[in-house]
């Protein structure tokens, strides 16, 4: 079975802080991304990497940056944190691009 | 804007009774649906997929249905169980684009 692993499942941080949050794969899947839950706004694509090193912009990525220097792992760094940024992210991983994601839990950030 | 629409925030339906859930899309090169179940605290799971060369999907009680004329899909559940009380997410992609589009999804309550 796919386990996706986000290292919070609750973060406080104040307004311009640099946050990471971090996704770990134990399945080798070439494919992860990082989306963010708002309510009425269902899930929205941050950032995507479809191998290690690299990265591709999603549908909202101002503010948020991404590392993947191993293929496990996949970060998100929020630069300099603001209120907006208050949100549930999720992290997931797919084999190819025909594949279903596999999601994490989620962290759920506020951002004061 | 988005590109995938569940107009329906929340549904209520009695045990062993069929759950119908709506979705609708604007992109006409969206060729790749799926559906996700939420429940709290924990990620979305993979429930059904469905490919534009297929009208209708099933697996056990879920079925999804596909018209892509009227750009719309519909998931339905039959025999609806409490278990099935969650926020479920319409999704769609195009080609071999990773990315996926979601809903702003539909809390369904199955009520004994």
């Known amino acids: 079975d796919v386990k996706v692993t986000q290292s919070s499942r609750y973060l406080v941080k104040r307004t311009g802080e640099k946050v990471f949050l971090e996704c770990v794969q134990d399945?080798?899947?070439?494919?992860m991304f990082w989306y963010r839950q708002d309510p009425g706004l269902g899930l929205r694509l941050i950032y995507f990497?479809?191998?290690?090193?690299?990265?591709e912009k999603g549908d909202i990525p101002e503010g948020y940056s991404v590392s993947r220097e191993k293929k496990e792992r996949f970060s998100l760094i929020l630069e300099s944190a603001s209120t907006n940024q208050t949100s549930m992210y999720l992290c997931?991983?797919?084999?190819?691009?025909?594949?279903?994601?596999?999601f994490g839990n989620g962290t759920r950030l506020t951002v004061t | 804007d988005q590109q995938v629409k569940q107009n329906s925030p929340s549904l209520s339906v009695q045990e062993g009774r069929i759950s119908i859930l709506n979705c609708d899309y604007t992109?006409?090169?969206?060729?790749?649906f799926l559906w996700y179940k939420k429940y709290p605290a924990e990620g979305p799971t993979f429930l059904i997929s469905?490919?534009?060369?297929?009208d209708k999907n099933e697996d056990g009680r879920f079925t999804v249905f596909l018209n892509k004329s009227a750009k719309h899909l519909s998931l339905h559940i039959v025999p609806s169980q409490p278990g099935d009380s969650a926020v479920y997410f319409c999704?769609?992609?195009?080609?071999?684009?990773?990315?996926?589009?979601f809903g702003a999804g539909t809390t369904v309550t199955v009520r004994a």
């Open positions: 997931a991983s797919s084999r190819d691009d025909n594949s279903p994601l596999h």
């Open positions: 399945m080798d899947h070439e494919n």
């Open positions: 990497s479809y191998d290690v090193k690299m990265k």
């Open positions: 992109n006409s090169m969206f060729d790749y």
């Open positions: 469905i490919s534009s060369i297929k």
């Open positions: 999704a769609a992609s195009a080609g071999n684009d990773y990315k996926l589009s």
